[in-house]
């Protein structure tokens, strides 16, 4: 079981761009998936989430109105297109999923990094200012 993450590079404060995280060795259609990010000295923290169906999504506050997560479950893809990018949104950008087929969770449990059973290796966004 494999997320491959990819789509980061370095970015001008304004501007925009697509992560993508491509899931292979399972199916994870019914996997909530989400994003995950972590700063240079800082802890990883929770970024955006969404569920199995797609139906419901979360977002840190940080990022709310300028990420939208979504996901494509006939090409196994998970997508974070960012928008309006800050210098405080620097970090390696992580894809994470849970193991679980259908399974529905409290909204707190999407925001914890222990939810999630699979983590892919990272992709690093850097915003100019």
């Known amino acids: 079981v494999q997320l491959q993450a990819s789509g980061g590079g370095l970015v001008q404060a304004g501007g925009s761009l697509v992560l993508s995280c491509a899931a292979s060795g399972r199916t994870f259609s019914s996997s909530v998936m989400g994003w995950f990010r972590q700063a240079p000295g800082k802890e990883r923290e929770f970024a955006a989430a969404?569920?199995?169906?797609?139906?419901?999504?979360y977002y840190a506050d940080s990022v709310k109105g300028r990420f939208t997560i979504s996901r494509d479950n006939a090409k196994n893809t998970l997508y974070l297109q960012m928008n309006d990018l800050k210098p405080q949104d620097t970090a390696v950008y992580y894809c994470?999923?849970?193991?679980?087929?259908?399974?529905?969770?409290?909204?707190?449990?999407?925001?914890?990094?222990?939810?999630?059973?699979?983590w892919g290796q990272g992709t690093l966004v850097t915003v100019s200012s």
């Open positions: 994470a999923a849970d193991r679980h087929s259908g399974r529905t969770y409290l909204e707190s449990a999407y925001y914890r990094a222990g939810t999630y059973d699979y």
């Open positions: 969404v569920s199995w169906g797609g139906a419901i999504t």
